[in-house]
């Protein structure tokens, strides 16, 4: 394959991971390919989920002036990936803070200090991550015209609002033209996840999936377009393509379905 289509979790590594080994693997991953693809709903995704935990730890900081009293708010996250996440964004800021100019990276013996040097990273790397976005590769395809992709703001008071996050909610779906066109596939995706799955979202994937392929005159809303998720790379990607993610458990297994291949960076 020639091209790849980025998923959420690549375009991730490579915006808001520095240093990692995440990132590192992403890069050179890229060179693999003629052409790398980068559909909007990644950075959909990618704004409301990773992108979105960032600034929750930004504003953290801000409200508590404590990198201390931060590290035990992350450490009672009973979600296990925005704890995860979390704990990836400090990685991010001190690999951020580690590189820059002693003058900005002053972290001090006080926790104060330190919470107000973790901050500034983070939010260098909110404001940076997304210029970049739609940078990093070849192209960015599939455009979604009911999503506003309107970059973070910092208000008045330093706390960072990423909102919207979600489509608009008074309007069908903009992809659900092409999905409602392709019912065998629709059909296909929905046979490659497990009836048996105890896993939350496999059921609210085959749940939308279902409705899709029963009920294709009802509304494709904003949640239904949430809950397919994974299944929008794999239906969108092009033939001449693969998927390019990190998370070959549920990827894999979707395209093979629809034949297409999903790939590891």
């Known amino acids: 394959m020639s091209d790849a289509y980025i998923e959420t979790t690549v375009l991730t590594d490579i915006l808001v991971k520095p240093g990692s080994r995440k990132h590192q693997r992403a890069t050179a991953a890229f060179k693999r390919y003629e052409n790398t693809l980068l559909p909007v709903y990644s950075i959909k995704e990618w704004k409301a989920g990773p992108l979105d935990t960032f600034a929750y730890l930004h504003n953290k900081l801000l409200f508590t002036k404590s990198y201390?009293?931060?590290?035990?708010?992350?450490?009672a996250l009973t979600r296990p990936y925005q704890k995860s996440?979390?704990?990836?964004?400090?990685?991010?800021?001190?690999?951020t803070l580690k590189a820059s100019q002693k003058r900005f990276a002053g972290l001090g013996g006080h926790d104060d200090e330190m919470a107000d040097s973790f901050r500034l990273a983070l939010a260098s790397l909110i404001i940076r991550s997304w210029r970049k976005r739609r940078n990093i590769t070849t192209r960015v395809v599939d455009e979604l015209p009911c999503y506003v992709e309107a970059a973070p703001r910092v208000g008045k008071d330093g706390y960072f609002d990423l909102k919207p996050k979600e489509c608009a909610g008074d309007q069908e779906c903009c992809l659900a033209p092409q999905l409602k066109s392709q019912t065998k596939l629709l059909e296909a995706l929905l046979g490659a996840i497990p009836k048996n799955s105890g896993r939350r979202e496999d059921q609210k994937r085959r749940q939308a999936l279902k409705r899709l392929i029963k009920h294709p005159n009802q509304i494709m809303d904003r949640e239904m377009c949430r809950?397919?998720?994974?299944?929008?790379?794999?239906?969108f990607?092009?033939?001449?393509?693969?998927?390019?993610?990190?998370n070959l458990r549920d990827h894999?297994?979707?395209?093979l379905s629809v034949g297409k291949?999903?790939?590891?960076p």
């Open 85 to 95: 996440t979390s704990i990836e964004a400090l990685a991010a800021a001190a690999t």
């Open 237 to 246: 990607c092009p033939k001449t393509a693969v998927v390019l993610t990190t």
């Open 68 to 75: 201390s009293q931060t590290l035990n708010a992350v450490s």
């Open 252 to 255: 894999a297994a979707l395209a």
């Open 227 to 235: 809950d397919l998720g994974d299944a929008i790379f794999a239906f």
């Open 261 to 264: 291949k999903a790939e590891k």
